[in-house]
């Protein structure tokens, strides 16, 4: 991406957006410990594999406290539960 840190601006102002979020969760960093941080506007589903332990969900059409969702389980069994922000 970044030739040098001269070019950042340049670089951040010509990036390709993302697809728009659908029901099937959009990947957007993958580990060897599976997926680490995804979104999309169905949260997934709790038991399915491939999602690392701390993975963060983005509900992209999620309300007051449905926003945001960390995997409590592991890579073999997820759990997301809803993150909570204290202001």
């Known amino acids: 991406m970044s030739r040098s840190r001269f070019t950042l601006a340049f670089d951040h102002h010509n990036m390709t957006p993302a697809p728009a979020g659908v029901a099937t969760v959009q990947t957007v960093f993958k580990s060897e410990d599976g997926i680490l941080l995804c979104y999309g506007i ?46």
């Open 42 to 87: 169905t949260k997934p589903t709790d038991s399915v594999t491939g999602y690392a332990t701390g993975c963060l969900f983005l509900h992209t059409d999620g309300g007051d406290a449905t926003a945001l969702y960390v995997n409590e389980g592991d890579a073999d069994s997820c759990t997301f539960k809803a993150a909570t922000i204290a202001n």
